[in-house]
């Protein structure tokens, strides 16, 4: 099918919708005005949007997301560790991270929010834990929200930028150790405060109002809503299922990733 072209574009490319959404095809879209100097998005030899990008709202022009482009938002996760070990945890002992606790139970109250299963290996009881975190990711009380990795019994606990820093860890457990106080290496960028940083939508398509392109600002249709599939975006290096999920909390884009 072709884009639906807004005043000011009139290139038309394809793009098949099966490729950005990851459910039905339902996207709510608004008008936007891409600013110049920007390459959106990325196209296949036949020029085909194949990397749809997702943009921030700034100065009322849409650029390019950029989680590291605000002063007060990070370009590193801080990060420590919940290691099991010997044995998995007994029934009512707790990690705490940020002071709020979570308590290892044989079976969990489906009605409570903060217990978590032991598993029967310390790796299913970390992924159980990590499985919590992200979960309740933005129920920490933290700014930046916390997320979690899991591998061979060990936890991760991330919170982006030198906010995350301050973010505590304990334990009360036999055989669970965690890898210190709070969590660490998070840092922020040294840029400019612009609001890049917050994602507002999606484009349609891939747009270039560079010099090589339009050399102007562009009126496009942008959509704010829908359940798009994570691995038809066009992301910064690195951004993570979780980090992007966290990202897009409160709005109405649901990122999906289709296993």
């Known amino acids: 099918m072709t884009d639906g072209l807004a005043h000011g574009v009139d290139t038309i490319g394809t793009f098949s919708p099966i490729q950005l959404w990851a459910g039905e095809p339902n996207g709510q879209t608004t008008q936007g005005r891409a600013a110049a100097g920007h390459v959106f998005g990325q196209k296949n030899a036949r020029g085909e949007t194949f990397k749809f990008p997702v943009v921030a709202l700034v100065g009322g022009l849409l650029v390019p997301w950029n989680p590291l482009a605000d002063g ?3 370009n590193a996760y801080a990060s420590n560790t919940i290691t099991f070990s010997v044995a998995v945890p007994t ?22 929010e903060w217990e978590v299963a032991i598993g029967a290996t310390l790796a299913e009881t970390a992924a159980n834990l990590a499985a919590l975190i ?9 700014a930046n ?4 990795t899991s591998a061979a019994g060990v936890v991760t606990v991330k919170s982006a930028g030198t906010a995350g820093n301050a973010v505590t860890l304990a334990e009360a457990g036999t055989n669970i150790a965690v890898g210190g106080a709070t969590l660490a290496g998070g840092t922020d960028s040294d840029a400019e405060a612009g609001g890049a940083r917050v994602p507002y939508g999606i484009l349609p398509h891939a747009l270039d109002t560079t010099a090589e392109g339009y050399n102007a600002a562009v009126d496009t249709p942008v959509f704010i809503g829908g359940h798009p599939n994570f691995d038809a975006l066009d992301l910064p290096v690195g951004t993570t299922y979780l980090e992007i999920k966290a990202a897009f909390a409160g709005t109405m884009i649901n990122v999906q990733k289709l296993y």
Do not use: H, L, S, Y
């Open 91 to 112: 029934a009512g002992e707790t990690v705490t991270i940020a002071g709020q606790a979570i308590t290892f139970r044989a079976a969990i109250d489906a009605d409570t």
């Open 72 to 74: 007060d938002v990070p």
């Open 145 to 148: 929200g916390v997320i979690a």
């Open 134 to 142: 992200n979960k309740q990711r933005q129920e920490f009380g933290v």
